[in-house]
T-cell receptor, first 109, second 116 residues
Framework: AQRVTQPEKLLSVFKGAPVELKCNYS??????LFWYVQYSRQRLQLLLR??SRESIKGFTADLNKGETSFHLKKPFAQEEDSAMYYC???????????FGQGTRLTINP | SQTIHQWPATLVQPVGSPLSLECTVE??????LYWYRQAAGRGLQLLFY??????ISSEVPQNLSASRPQDRQFILSSKKLLLSDSGFYLC???????????????FGSGTRLTVV
């Protein structure tokens, strides 16, 4: 069965510090991986997806198949990054997303 | 782009009462649609998904059911609510051009259900 694990429920860092949100997955095939973000009073929205290798709002995520990880990173955190972050996996051809438990990121001034 | 509409935004229902949450999508045809429940400490749990009219797949056994009466309508229901049905319910659809897998999903604004 597919599983996504985000080991940190809460993460707090200071503004300007680097931030890394961890995500590990369990899946035997080649997954599609995503990061979603939910800012206060806003809808859950897609942040980035691994197939596009893009950087959104300064965030990047690299798929490490050996470690089955897809950690989200940003070199210099900003206060507006405070939000709930979800890692998600889409098994190939399964037409559904499996989410992790989420990490609430707080950026302290 | 696709837009997901959900209503109501909040709902307080007594135990044993029926439930009907509606989700509609605009901007695409024949989309895959999904119902998720967001519970504190448990992340987002997929409840149901539908690939077309009348086609429903259930991911977890529960007190809820889903229906797809029209192409762009997805309904979450219960005949008798339990206290454990309380939670935040999200409807989702494909983010781009009807494709979900590689492009991610777009979500509705959610319904917070409190069963009392």
């Amino acid at each position: 069965a597919q599983r996504v694990t985000q080991p940190e429920k809460l993460l707090s860092v200071f503004k300007g510090a680097p931030v890394e949100l961890k995500c590990n997955y369990s899946y035997s095939g080649s997954p599609e991986l995503f990061w979603y973000v939910q800012y206060s009073r806003q809808r859950l929205q897609l942040l980035l997806r691994h197939i596009s290798r893009e950087s959104i709002k300064g965030f990047t995520a690299d798929l490490n198949k050996g470690e089955t990880s897809f950690h989200l990173k940003k070199p210099f955190a900003q206060e507006e990054d405070s939000a709930m972050y979800y890692c998600a996996l889409s098994p190939l051809g399964a037409q559904k997303l499996v989410f992790g438990q989420g990490t609430r990121l707080t950026i302290n001034p | 782009s696709q837009t997901i509409h959900q209503w109501p935004a909040t709902l307080v229902q007594p135990v044993g009462s029926p439930l009907s949450l509606e989700c509609t999508v605009e901007g695409t045809s024949n989309p895959n649609l999904y119902w998720y429940r967001q519970a504190a400490g448990r992340g987002l749990q997929l409840l149901f998904y539908s690939v077309g009219i009348g086609q429903i797949s259930s991911e977890v056994p529960q007190n809820l059911s889903a229906s797809r009466p029209q192409d762009r309508q997805f309904i979450l229901s219960s005949k008798k609510l339990l206290l454990s049905d309380s939670g935040f319910y999200l409807c989702a659809g494909p983010a781009k051009d009807g494709l979900g897998d590689g492009y991610g999903y777009t979500f509705g604004s959610g319904t917070r259900l409190t069963v009392v």
